[in-house]
């Protein structure tokens, strides 16, 4: 998953500025609903897109498809844990 763009998307669609000037919109957000090594078939939702918008750009919504990278077999899962320190 490509988060810095699914954040590019974000600000966009206005959750953040790129200039001073610019109001936010709190109410833009991702939720993503499948966790790191789910199953997804193809069709099935991921990620729900939260924003004020009447609909969301066609372009947004491939760039947002576009971030997911899917292979076919399961991945190996490591630990995100490098150390446990005490």
């Known amino acids: 998953m490509d988060a810095l763009e699914i954040a590019k998307v ?48 066609p372009s947004l919504q491939k760039r947002l498809q576009d971030s997911l990278k899917t292979i076919k077999t399961k991945p190996v899962m490591s630990s995100r844990i490098i150390k446990i320190i005490g």
Do not use: F, N, Y
Not at 11 to 39: M, P, Y
């Open 10 to 57: 974000c600000r966009e669609l206005g959750a953040g500025r790129s200039r001073a000037d610019q109001e936010l919109d709190l109410s833009v957000g991702v939720t993503i609903l499948k966790h790191q090594g789910a199953a997804i078939e193809k069709g099935e939702s991921w990620i729900r897109v939260h924003h004020s918008k009447s609909d969301l750009d």
